[in-house]
């Protein structure tokens, strides 16, 4: 695979960059390019809006966005492109990440965005490998692997359990 990036993932500020770090290390397993930026909706709206328009001719397939408080930043993006886009809630300071996960779940009919759980920056990644796999064999091939290894994983896990 080429390295210029096809997932775009962004978020409103750095202090979600510790969050967000799984599903950079999701693309790195995979080797999918991956790009990241932090554009807030709030605070750089027209850096965001030219990111978000010009995201599908840049070359990018889909577009993880995480956002916590108000989490416009999915929201906004979806407005501003026809990729798929993957909301992550993040949590903050207040009310455990549920405000996050319900701004972003409650989007308006006709401007989908796909939202995973509180801090779910991994299964967001997963999620845009599994849409990528759709298209691409060599893709769909990796997450099968992924799968029969996680699962070999967990089963292992039954080894460590004692008994009396």
Known sequence: ???KPIIGII??????????????????EFNIPYEVKILSAHRTPEEHTSYSKTAETRGLKLIIAAAGGAAHLPGVTAAN?????????????????M???????????????ATVAVNGAKNAALLAI???????????????EYRIKMA???????N???TN
């Open 152 to 158: 070999k994983d967990s089963m292992k896990k039954n």
């Open 130 to 144: 599994e849409i990528l796999g759709i298209s691409d064999e060599n893709i769909r091939s990796r997450l099968k």
């Open 81 to 97: 492109t026809i990729l798929p886009v993957i909301g992550v809630p993040i949590k903050g300071k207040s009310f455990e990440g």
């Open 160 to 162: 460590k359990i004692k």
């Open 99 to 113: 405000d996050s996960l319900l701004s972003i779940v409650q989007m308006p009919s006709g401007i989908p965005v």
């Open 11 to 28: 978020m409103g500020s750095d202090s979600d960059l510790s969050i967000m770090e799984k599903a950079f290390d999701v693309c790195k």
């Open 1 to 3: 695979m080429n390295d």
